[in-house]
């Protein structure tokens, strides 16, 4: 699916429905935590869920999820979600620092030059 470049065609549901069922999935999941968040009307509830999501996120890294990393991590950047600067004021400097450092993990600079370290060490570990 990936060689062809069959997911930037007009019927790129039948050439590759894996990778179509993959963005899909990464898309509802991002749309789910970003959701979660805006239902609370109140700062500090919004500011409760920012840290449990970010926490969910970092339990995904222990796992070796890094899919589920960005997809939380991604929820939280989006505008909708970012621009919140009093809830973000109430998120702990703690919790912060670990949504930065989760960033940097799955970070596409360099072309994911972080996790791809990360997953090297990883399967070096486990070898």
Not at 41 to 61: F, G, M, P, Q, T
Not at 103 to 115: A, D, I, M, P, Y
Request: glycine share 4%; hydrophobic share 40%.
């Amino acid at each position: 699916e990936f060689l062809g470049q069959g997911w930037m065609k007009l019927d790129k549901n039948e050439r590759t429905p894996y990778i179509m069922k993959t963005s899909q999935h990464f898309n509802e999941m991002s749309n789910l935590v970003a959701s979660q968040i805006m239902n609370y009307a109140d700062i500090s509830s919004r500011a409760n869920a920012i840290e449990k999501w970010v926490a969910v996120a970092d339990i995904c890294r222990c796992l070796h999820n890094y899919n589920g990393v960005l997809e939380i991590t991604a929820a939280l950047n989006r505008s909708a979600i970012y621009r919140l600067k009093k809830t973000w004021a109430k998120v702990s400097k703690q919790t912060k620092a670990l949504m930065e450092k989760l960033q940097k993990t799955v970070s596409s600079e360099g072309r994911f030059k972080n996790l791809r370290e990360t997953l090297k060490k990883y399967v070096f570990l486990n070898h």
